[in-house]
């Protein structure tokens, strides 16, 4: 069966510093994988999707990046994090695109 | 675009009993998928239900089940015989299939708290 992975699960760091989350999928072959944000309170917003290695669409102009360096791996990072990057990430894959998406266990990031 | 609209911010339901949560969406697509994820207080969305536009058979799983009115574009939640563990926050979604739709719209959620 598939698993998915984030780490870490909790990450508090001053503004200005940089970011990296981390995603790996297990199970599958050449997933679709997306970056969500959810603010407090609020819905979830795609940050990120990539269908394959290397390739990555940008949803929201932003202070974050996202890679793609192997078919199960999907980084979210930034350079110099902002206040307004707080917030809860959670990472999905899918099989076929737009289609289901299975979501990791998220990381939650407080930018102090 | 998309729209998805939950009407419900809370709801409540006394254990043992059924609930019904709301659902409206908006799309021009015609092949569509509408889901019900759940996100419990450790915060990993799951995947309650899923119901393929082009049918018109209701989506059974367990004790959740949908009610997918398509001309009315409604798409609500029923689960009977709620338990503790259904307490969570409950987001409505749909997605395209065609080319180049990769993106899931989400409704802001209904946080359902399940009374002992």
């Known amino acids: 069966s598939q698993t998915i992975h984030q780490w870490p699960a909790t990450l508090v760091q001053p503004v200005g510093s940089p970011l990296s989350l981390e995603c790996t999928v297990e199970?599958?072959?050449?997933?679709?994988l997306y970056w969500y944000r959810q603010a407090a309170g609020r819905g979830l917003q795609l940050l990120f999707y990539s269908v394959g290695i290397g390739q990555i669409s940008s949803e929201v102009p932003q202070n974050l990046s996202a890679s793609r360096p192997q078919d199960r791996q999907f980084i979210l990072s930034s350079k110099k994090l902002l206040l307004s990057d707080s917030g809860f990430y959670l990472c999905?894959?899918?099989?076929?695109?737009?289609?289901?998406?299975?979501f990791g266990p998220g990381t939650r990031l407080t930018v102090l | 675009a998309q729209t998805v609209t939950q009407s419900q911010p809370e709801m409540s339901v006394q254990e043992a009993e059924t609930v019904t949560l709301s659902c409206t969406y908006d799309?021009?697509?015609?092949?569509?998928?509408l889901f019900w994820y759940k996100q419990p207080p450790s915060r990993q969305m799951i995947l309650v239900i899923r119901q393929e536009a082009y049918k018109q058979q209701n989506a059974t799983e367990n004790r959740f089940s949908v009610n997918f009115q398509k001309a009315a574009k409604s798409f609500s939640l029923k689960i009977s015989d709620s338990q503790l563990g259904d307490a969570a926050m409950y987001f409505c979604a749909s997605g395209n299939s065609g080319a180049g739709s990769y993106q899931l719209t989400f409704g802001k959620g209904t946080k359902l708290s399940v009374i002992p």
């Open positions: 999905a894959w899918s099989v076929t695109i737009g289609v289901t998406q299975y």
């Open positions: 799309t021009s697509e015609s092949d569509y998928y």
């Open positions: 199970g599958t072959s050449n997933p679709n």
